[in-house]
């Protein structure tokens, strides 16, 4: 199973710790729209408020590319306040494990 498939897969099942375990221990989450970035004890933490929330959709994902590098992925997201964004992930890879993750959405109407 690829890395993407993996992520994908930890989504859709709302399995915080499995998604836990595909991040590397260096792990860093920045948010583009924001600015904002969170070690991997932090992203965790809101993962699983957003993972336990049912209003927390991803709606579809597909991924553009993907390498023993680097994947490159995008989604619809559905929020608990009836938002939605199209969301573009970039995702580099260490040891096998997502290092560094960098979205950037797009407010859908």
Known sequence: ?????????????RDVDA???????????????????????EWIEMVRGMMANEKFIQESSRCVYENDEIIVSHSFMSYPDDTREAVMLVAMLKDGKIIRMETGATTLD
């Open 1 to 13: 199973m690829s890395m993407y498939e993996k992520l994908n897969k930890t989504m859709l099942d």
């Open 19 to 41: 998604y836990q375990d595909i991040l590397h221990k260096d792990f860093t989450v920045v948010f583009h729209k924001s600015g904002n970035s969170f070690a991997k004890e």
